[in-house]
């Protein structure tokens, strides 16, 4: 098996890229944007069928690690892991799962509610706040899905404001929904 690769981006595809490791291109299937002619060092996680071999290539164990924990999800097979991770960041799929957030995980193309609330059940309890860095989820779990729905009901996206709001909800621990959202409202104009 082959375990990580260290090469240089010959050519990016949709999805995928040729990485050149002494004069040999593997195929590589990834969820990162990767510069062509840059020097990349990818975990690799194989993934065997009857009529194919496949390479997954990951640039932290972090996240071949949620790959595998996604493609052990029944009806989750690597394609869509694949589509799950490059639509959503990390820190937003681990963070959605542990709060049960069904609807940024729809938010990536091909998932559904019912494949979104299965990956939630099922990883829940494996991923739980181990892998999360935002602080106590127990009193920021009520205020957080408050603050996503009224930003959204203002017209923004979801994937454009989860990561901020997760942390505004953690560095207010105490704010309501009514003081969150200006606060909100202020970052984001901010950040054009």
Do not use: C
């Given at each position: 098996?082959?375990g990580?690769?260290?090469?240089i981006?010959?050519y ?12 040999v291109?593997?195929?590589v299937f990834?969820p990162e944007y990767?510069?062509p002619k840059s020097?990349?060092?990818?975990w690799?996680?194989t993934v065997?069928?009857?009529?194919s071999i496949r390479l997954f290539g990951?640039s ?17 097979g690597p394609?869509?892991?694949?589509a799950?991770m490059?639509?959503i ?10 709060t049960?957030?069904a609807?940024?995980?729809?938010s990536a ?6 494949v979104a ?8 309890t494996r991923i739980g ?13 009520g205020?957080l ?5 009224a930003?959204?009901?203002?017209g923004y996206r979801?994937?454009d404001?989860v990561?901020?709001a997760?942390?505004?909800v953690?560095a ?6 009514s003081k969150l959202?200006?606060m909100?409202l202020k ?5 054009k």
């Amino acid at each position: 098996m082959i375990g990580k690769l260290q090469g240089i981006v010959d050519y990016t595809g949709d999805g995928f890229i040729i990485l050149m490791t002494h004069d040999v291109g593997y195929k590589v299937f990834t969820p990162e944007y990767l510069t062509p002619k840059s020097t990349v060092s990818l975990w690799i996680e194989t993934v065997v069928r009857e009529d194919s071999i496949r390479l997954f290539g990951f640039s932290t164990l972090a996240a071949q690690n949620l790959f595998n924990q996604l493609t052990a999800v029944s009806g989750v097979g690597p394609k869509l892991a694949m589509a799950i991770m490059g639509a959503i960041k990390t820190d937003t799929l681990l963070s959605a799962i542990a709060t049960g957030d069904a609807k940024t995980i729809t938010s990536a193309p091909g998932v559904g509610k019912k494949v979104a609330e299965k990956i939630i059940v099922e990883l829940k309890t494996r991923i739980g706040g181990t892998s999360l860095n935002l602080g106590d989820t127990t009193g920021t779990s009520g205020a957080l899905p408050d603050l996503l729905a009224a930003l959204e009901s203002l017209g923004y996206r979801r994937l454009d404001i989860v990561d901020m709001a997760q942390k505004l909800v953690a560095a207010n621990p105490d704010a309501d929904v009514s003081k969150l959202v200006p606060m909100a409202l202020k970052q984001i104009s901010g950040n054009k």
